[in-house]
């Protein structure tokens, strides 16, 4: 079943709404401490750059095969330019990108140093986009779902997953009969109303459905109150160490994590959401996805840095993982 499953990624179109964002990295060794500072001195090796945000997404659906199309919004820099250079390397669909001049592009730069990061640094404008960005995003997105075997909206909170940008895809999605998967963020979860799957991990769903989270029955009670919120869209929950959680109307499935070492968590709900919205695109059982889901996020953590999963190395870590629940 999971490989025949596998086999209908290559292809498969995702329409991928939401933040964008570039990280940067800067690598180096560590050695003394500042005479300035209590501060460790990084003596710069090499730098690079990687899709953040919504563009990662689409880069992890790139990097399964499928054909993703990224409708989000950058600034008119020179971390906007180098964001959809990268993306148009990776064979990603930008003309749903919009450039606003009168925002930065979101970059955070992470200082990493013996594969331990040290430092990061954001640059970003939080507040949210201008009406007539909004309704450039909404026409793009809108006429962009007839295409997608599936839709996901990526929500970092930087003022692009608005309100009016999330209904209208949702809705359009809805009733064209097309999978949307939500990588929500923050506490009105009432815009999502309308999704088929979201994705928060445990703090998150927890505080947004204003729960304190102490036990496995706060986390269903958190499911079952923002379920409500967006009219029974299914939650799978992302709990760390501990695996995930999905809660649906035959009770709670739980999938343990994978056991991998852990260097870096950066961009595994990216790896979640790809997987998910490639699965769903195809009428897979969310099951099935939710364990192919999980595979993908132990490959992720195990890499330092912003990263996707190959195909290929989907397939292997999969053929050798052990029946899932």
């Not at 990084?42 to 409708?71: F, I, M, Q």
């Not at 990061?117 to 960005?133: K, W, Y």
């Not at 970092?156 to 999605?173: C, L, Q």
């Not at 501990?242 to 994978?258: N, Q, R, W, Y």
Request: charged content about 25%.
């Amino acid at each position: 079943m999971i490989a025949s499953l596998l086999n209908t990624f290559p292809g498969t179109s995702v329409l991928a709404v939401g933040d964008a964002m570039l990280d940067e990295y800067v690598w180096g060794e560590v050695e003394r401490i500042s005479p300035e500072a209590p501060v460790p001195v990084v003596d710069v090796v090499r730098k690079t750059t990687s899709p953040g945000g919504v563009a990662n997404v689409a880069a992890g659906v790139a990097a399964l095969e499928g054909r993703p199309r990224v409708c989000a919004v950058v600034g008119d820099d020179d971390a906007g330019r180098i964001l959809l250079g990268r993306l148009e390397e990776l064979g990603v669909d930008v003309e749903g990108v919009v450039v606003d001049p009168s925002r930065p592009t979101t970059t955070k730069t992470r200082v990493i140093a013996h594969s331990q990061q040290v430092l990061r640094t954001d640059v970003e404008d939080r507040s949210p986009i201008e009406a007539a960005i909004e309704r450039r995003l909404v026409d793009f997105a809108s006429g962009a779902v007839s295409g997608a075997g599936a839709v996901l909206v990526s929500d970092y909170a930087k003022g692009v997953a608005s309100d009016g940008v999330v209904r209208a895809v949702i809705g359009e999605a809805r009733r064209q009969g097309k999978p949307v998967v939500v990588d929500p963020k923050g506490y009105d979860y009432a815009k999502y109303k309308g999704a088929t799957l979201l994705t928060p991990n445990a703090r998150d769903a927890a505080q947004a459905a204003a729960v304190q989270l102490r036990t496995y029955d706060d986390l269903a009670l958190a499911a079952s109150r923002l379920a409500d919120l967006t009219e029974g869209a299914l939650l799978l929950i992302t709990r760390g160490a501990e695996g995930m959680t999905l809660f649906d109307s035959d009770g709670p499935v739980d999938i343990a994590a994978e056991a991998r070492e852990v260097y870096d968590v950066t961009g595994a709900g990216d790896t979640v959401a790809a997987v998910l919205s490639m699965a769903l695109g195809n009428s897979a059982p969310l099951k099935e996805a939710m364990r192919i889901a999980n595979v993908a996020a132990g490959i992720t953590v195990g890499k330092v840095g912003t990263s996707t999963v190959a195909l290929d190395e989907l397939r292997r870590a999969l053929g050798s993982a052990p029946a899932g629940n």
